[in-house]
């Protein structure tokens, strides 16, 4: 320990008196062993202090917020001091003050031989950061915890690491007993620190597992959205900060319109699915008061939709393929093509830098910055090729799931469009017929839709006419119900109809 000198005397002695003039002309000039030194104050009993411990119990924010500036000064408390600095001050803080008293005691640190990696901090013993994370310490009404979390992952120290490791490394740093940090957090700590961790604050990527899709125009991951709920009921509630936001029954029609890409089942141009929703939300306005809470519609669809919504992200990398996916997603009948969910309105600033740290690290040959352009759709079950492969469906089955795909292709001809790059990968089952256990099949991939009349030049934004292409008969018409009963066609091992060639299909082929 430091005894007092002279110099830090004075210290002392500006502290007690108030006098942050003088402080501020002494800890300018003032070493580490002066601004650190211990001194010994008689009360019922002895009492160690340093200028910081003494200045915090006297709650002089001003000269705490003076001696935390000093590049030396040290906030762990000497041996025989009982309460830590954090403690003692944390009434009397600014988020600055916090901050800075945090930054000298964090459990990691940065590598000074790679700052892009994260160590333990060899002077950290104090536990300054789990203190400062249990519910118990309270701050001053205009400090709240989440800012001053939030500007301690914005430090310029940590630049360079993801922020999913920081993140991370903070959760899991160990009180003085080895339990994890996060679990002494409230409920807000919690779900703002692990909202950290997804991707744009709301995506859980699934990177166990390889990509469901890579290729020289798109990369395709899975996820959990723990996010579109909330964006939904906060697109369309009324009311304000104060009395809070509500749901009618409009409102709460249309959140149920722009999540129907996540049920098969839902039909929103049939009444019957309307009637269903205006039921659902009769049973949920328990006052009947005609609206509905934030918290009453956040447990309606973790109950209709699951708790845990399963997504498929697309990157797209060309501008041109992601806004005509967009453009034909938005005008096509979700009933055949795969739509596309709620999903952030605007990227953050920052967001070709997160691209870039997208840990998809057994895409090495990729460079996810490229992938600036994304939507978001609902996980499929399986597609036509993993069916094929995978399972045994039965000639029913088969049958029906052929029709689907044949009635999908003339919704799109209906439309003057065709597909462009039609296979077995591009159709995928979504579940299961409401009334039935007859799967749901429907296109995906329509980035390469083209106007008829053109066919797409696939992996280009290139197409040629079709006029000099020879005259074929349309793919509805090769699967009527009379061709695809004939058992002899249903083996299969062997199944024309069930491949239906569409690895090799093109507009061109299909249309006539």
């Not at 029609?253 to 089942?265: D, I, K, M, S, V």
Request: proline fraction near 6%; aromatic fraction near 6%.
């Amino acid at each position: 320990m430091i005894p007092a000198s002279s110099s830090s005397s004075a210290i002392f002695a500006a502290i007690a008196a108030g006098d942050t003039a003088a402080l501020q002309r002494l800890v300018r000039t003032a070493d580490a062993q002066h601004v650190n030194a211990i001194t010994s104050i008689n009360k019922s009993v002895q009492v160690v202090y340093t200028p910081l411990i003494r200045a915090a119990e006297a709650g002089d924010v001003d000269a705490v917020a003076i001696l935390l500036a000093h590049p030396d000064i040290n906030v762990n408390r000497p041996p025989g001091v009982p309460p830590l600095v954090l403690q003692t001050l944390a009434p009397y803080l600014c988020v600055d003050s916090v901050v800075a008293l945090l930054v000298q005691d964090l459990p990691i640190s940065v590598d000074s031989a790679n700052p892009s990696r994260l160590v333990d901090n060899p002077d950290h013993s104090f536990y300054s950061w789990m203190i400062f994370l249990d519910p118990e310490l309270k701050v001053p009404d205009d400090v709240s915890k989440l800012a001053v979390i939030q500007r301690i992952l914005d430090l310029e120290l940590f630049a360079q690491v993801p922020r999913t490791h920081v993140v991370r490394r903070l959760m899991a740093a160990p009180d003085e007993h080895g339990r994890p940090a996060i679990d002494a957090a409230d409920a807000d700590v919690r779900a703002f620190l692990t909202n950290q961790l997804y991707f744009l604050g709301r995506y859980e990527l699934l990177l166990d597992a390889p990509p469901v899709h890579v290729s020289a125009t798109s990369v395709v991951v899975l996820a959990y959205d723990h996010g579109m709920y909330a964006q939904v009921f906060e697109e369309e509630a009324e009311g304000d900060d104060n009395d809070g936001y509500l749901l009618d029954l409009n409102g709460f029609c249309n959140c149920l319109r722009a999540l129907a890409p996540l049920r098969a089942t839902d039909d929103i141009s049939d009444d019957a699915t309307m009637h269903r929703w205006e039921a659902e939300f009769e049973m949920l306005d328990t006052d009947r008061d005609d609206v509905i809470t934030r918290d009453e519609f956040l447990r309606y669809c973790d109950q209709t939709f699951g708790p845990y919504l399963k997504v498929a992200i697309k990157f797209i990398k060309s501008q041109a393929d992601y806004d005509r996916e967009c453009y034909h997603r938005q005008r096509l009948d979700l009933n055949f093509v795969l739509g596309l969910v709620p999903s952030p309105a605007e990227l953050p600033d920052d967001f070709a830098q997160t691209m870039s740290q997208l840990p998809l690290s057994h895409l090495s040959h990729i460079n996810m910055a490229e992938y600036a352009n994304l939507v978001v759709m609902p996980a499929a079950d399986r597609s036509l090729e993993d069916i094929f492969l995978k399972e045994r469906p039965s000639e029913a089955q088969v049958i029906d799931m052929i029709k689907q795909v044949a009635a999908a292709l003339d919704h799109l001809h209906s439309h003057r469009i065709v597909h462009g790059d039609l296979k077995k990968l591009n159709v995928l089952r979504m579940g299961q017929q409401r009334d039935s256990n007859d799967s749901v099949m429907m296109l995906s991939d329509i980035m390469y839709v083209t106007e008829k009349g053109r066919i797409p030049v696939l992996g280009t934004q290139k197409s040629h006419d079709m006029a000099s292409s020879p005259a074929h008969t349309p793919l509805s018409s090769m699967i009527s119900s009379q061709s695809i009963t004939d058992s002899t066609q249903l083996n299969l091992g062997d199944l024309s109809l069930w491949r239906l060639d569409l690895d090799k299909l093109t507009a061109g082929r299909v249309l006539s």
